[in-house]
């Protein structure tokens, strides 16, 4: 099993900043792709930012310009920079790894998510 662990959320005022981490641990043979995804009350989770395992990336057009995502391969992490925080980014943020996991001679597909981080911005 792969297990994601996130970290850096909290509460901030709009136009503030927070960073969101997640790392994942277990038997990783290879990470294809990792994401950041947010549920806000009453509404459906919703895909953030998405990096791939060549280094690109991909954002909603809600959070282009204003969060980053990157990732570090050596440590099976990705993280969020968020600035210029809005209320109407307030969720819960999930992180999501996709790849393959196993030993050398029996390998599978995975897909895992973090227990999700909550994000508030209010003034």
């Known amino acids: 099993q792969v297990r994601l662990v996130e970290s850096g959320g909290g509460s901030v005022q709009p136009g503030g900043s927070l960073r969101l981490s997640c790392e994942a641990s277990?038997?990783?043979?290879?990470?294809?792709?990792m994401a950041w995804y947010r549920q806000a009350p009453g509404k459906q989770r919703e895909s953030v930012a998405v990096?791939?395992?060549?280094?690109?990336?991909y954002s909603s057009d809600a959070v282009k310009g204003r969060f980053t995502i990157s990732g570090d391969n050596a440590k099976n992490s990705v993280y969020l920079q968020m600035n210029s925080l809005k209320p109407e980014d307030t969720a819960v943020y999930y992180c999501n790894v996709k790849g393959r996991q196993g030993l050398s001679y029996l390998t599978s597909e995975f897909d895992s998510w973090g227990q999700g981080t909550q994000v508030t911005v209010s003034s």
């Open positions: 277990g038997s990783i043979r290879r990470i294809n792709v």
């Open positions: 990096i791939t395992s060549d280094g690109n990336t």
